[in-house]
């Protein structure tokens, strides 16, 4: 049984209600034909820092007593986080550092410094960028927020499945990308107390997916974390996981990994069809489409989930360049 509760994501709708936008949903006829049955794309990447992150960031910071404010705010993230953390704080004047890897592309590093955040770079994954933000978080008395395993978190992520059920009542899939599992815990929460029957697709890449190892370890471990196109979706889930491993387990129905050049694929797709610049992290359900990974039981619908992709690499795969 889950710690949070539909009621939790209801509440946390009221909090950022100000804070972010009610994104799209638009129906794909390219998608659609090659599946045989409905798609549509619930377009997060139209959320105001980009990606859905947004939406958890602000309902942390909104539940922050006057004294933490004042502390402050520290997180480890792969980009996107740190830049809807950066934003919120912003907004709410609560002074935000963003510890990152040197694996976080350079675009993502300065849209963060851009919104005002103390940014920290240090080593070569996730993991040493969350050691560093614990570390800072107990010298300064900053509170930590998490990118994806507090309810917080999760609840503010869970506020797009509202979204989804009420712009596509009918639906009977949902495919979301699946990382740390704050966005995929959050969704399926909200869509699996809708409605149980509603299938679950949590959709990473082959290089590095520490969920899916996780999931078929029984229990949190870690795994390498290796350059991809689907950079957002890298890094470990912590193995004091407490909230996203659990949530995850219980409500996904099924999970599929994807090759780098499926990924890239799915990028191009997105363009040339969708009309839609995105990063990786954004188009992995959209790949498994383009694989053949689904059934053809509709109205399935695609989370989108960011559109923070790295200039120079989103036009050398349109040329044909998968690394």
């Known amino acids: 049984m889950s710690v949070l509760q539909l009621n939790d994501v209801y509440l946390a709708r009221q909090r950022i209600e100000a804070l972010v936008r009610c994104t799209p949903m638009e129906h794909s006829p390219s998608l659609s034909r090659l599946l045989g049955a409905p798609v549509y794309l619930k377009l997060e990447s139209q959320q105001v820092t980009g990606s859905f992150k947004l939406r958890g ?13 004042t502390r402050g705010v520290v997180a480890a993230s792969t980009g996107n986080h740190g830049r809807a953390l950066a934003y919120a704080a912003s907004r709410l004047g609560v002074k935000a550092t963003i510890c990152l890897s040197r694996l976080v592309p350079d675009n993502k590093v300065q849209a963060i410094r851009d919104l005002g955040a103390h940014v920290c770079i240090v080593g070569h994954s996730q993991d040493d960028a969350q050691r560093e933000a614990e570390r800072i978080a107990a010298e300064q008395g900053a509170t930590l927020l998490p990118p994806f395993d507090h309810p917080a978190i999760i609840a503010g992520q869970g506020t797009l499945g509202l979204e989804i059920l009420e712009q ?6 949902v495919l979301v990308p699946l990382s740390g599992g704050g966005l995929f815990a959050g969704v399926a929460l ?6 149980p029957q509603i299938i679950t697709h949590g959709i990473s890449m082959q290089r590095g997916a520490a969920m899916h190892a996780s999931l078929a370890a029984g229990r949190p471990v870690e795994v390498e974390e290796l350059p991809t196109l689907a950079d957002s979706l890298g890094g470990g889930i912590g193995l004091d996981n407490r909230y996203t491993f659990n949530m995850t ?31 990786g992290a954004a188009v992995v359900g959209i790949a498994a489409l383009l694989d053949g990974l689904i059934e053809p039981r509709g109205p399935v619908v695609v989370v989108v989930s960011g559109r923070n992709v790295d200039t120079d690499q ?4 349109l040329a044909g360049a998968e690394a």
């Open 57 to 69: 960031a602000s309902n942390a910071l909104a539940q922050l007593s006057a004294e933490q404010k």
């Open 168 to 173: 596509q009542p009918g639906v009977a899939q």
């Open 190 to 195: 909200a869509l699996k107390s809708a409605n």
């Open 249 to 279: 387990r219980d409500t996904c129905d099924h999970v599929h990994l994807l090759s780098e050049g499926s990924i890239a694929n799915a990028l191009r797709h997105a363009y040339r069809e969708e009309r839609l610049v995105l990063e």
């Open 314 to 317: 989103h036009l050398r795969v």
